[in-house]
Antibody, heavy 121, light 109 residues
Framework: QLQLQESGSGLVKPSQTLSLTCAVS??????????WSWIRQPPGKGLEWIGY???????YYNPSLKSRVTISVDRSKNQFSLKLSSVTAADTAVYYC?????????????WGQGTLVTVSS | QSVLTQPPSASGTPGQRVTISCSGS????????VNWYQQLPGTAPKLLIY???QRPSGVPDRFSGSKSGTSASLAISGLQSEDEADYYC??????????FGGGTKLTVL
């Protein structure tokens, strides 16, 4: 059974960089056909797709966040990461990692439990 | 405001059939498949329907999806109290962007 687990700083100061990692267990992140996404949900609000990295290493980002987002993969550790720079209070959210692909990049069949990141001084 | 438009709320009594709509455009729903997610309070979303009308294993056949043109719908028949949750549609957009609907809060009366 595939499992995803987010980790990282739960409190980030404004203007700094948010960094999160998603550890994948029970399967290889290098498996063909899958993409690995980050999705966030501000408190009391809806879901927002941040971006994904494909198994080949190519990346796609939400245009509204593209200038601040970097998603990378560490195959040796079977994990992928999110960096979001120049954060503001509007970036406060629960951040989820998820597996997508095969039937389309927005088909997320496995999710992490989510981690709350608060942007505050 | 989300590009994929859902009603903010829906409701029904146990045993009823309810539908939740998701309206988009030719660049997203009109040319890509639609997926639906169920989110219970305090938990991560769960895949409910993929590729417009396919159910992952373990999802009851009370849940069904359909798509026509630039709109999609999720139907829940035989409504149960445990179906009370937030529901989101999702689709890829040809502008290379992933989209979620704004979400629909389903209340079982």
């Amino acid at each position: 059974q595939l499992q995803l687990q987010e980790s990282g700083s739960g409190l980030v100061k404004p203007s700094q960089t948010l960094s999160l990692t998603c550890a994948v267990s029970g399967g290889s992140i290098s498996s063909g056909g899958y993409s690995w996404s980050w999705i966030r949900q501000p408190p009391g609000k809806g879901l927002e797709w941040i971006g994904y990295i494909y198994h080949s290493g190519s990346t796609y980002y939400n245009p509204s966040l593209k200038s601040r987002v970097t998603i990378s993969v560490d195959r040796s550790k079977n994990q992928f990461s999110l960096k979001l720079s120049s954060v503001t209070a509007a970036d406060t959210a629960v951040y989820y990692c998820a597996r997508g692909g095969i039937n389309g990049p927005m088909k997320f069949d496995y999710w992490g439990q989510g981690t709350l990141v608060t942007v505050s001084s | 405001q989300s590009v994929l438009t859902q009603p903010p709320s829906a409701s029904g009594t146990p045993g009823q059939r309810v539908t939740i709509s998701c309206s988009g455009s030719s660049s997203n729903i009109g040319s890509n498949t639609v997926n639906w997610y169920q989110q219970l309070p305090g938990t991560a979303p769960k895949l409910l329907i993929y590729s417009n009308n396919q159910r992952p294993s373990g999802v009851p056949d009370r849940f069904s999806g359909s798509k026509s043109g630039t709109s999609a719908s999720l139907a829940i028949s035989g409504l149960q109290s445990e179906d009370e949750a937030d529901y989101y549609c999702a689709a890829w957009d040809d502008s290379l962007n992933g989209l979620f609907g704004g979400g629909t809060k389903l209340t079982v009366l």
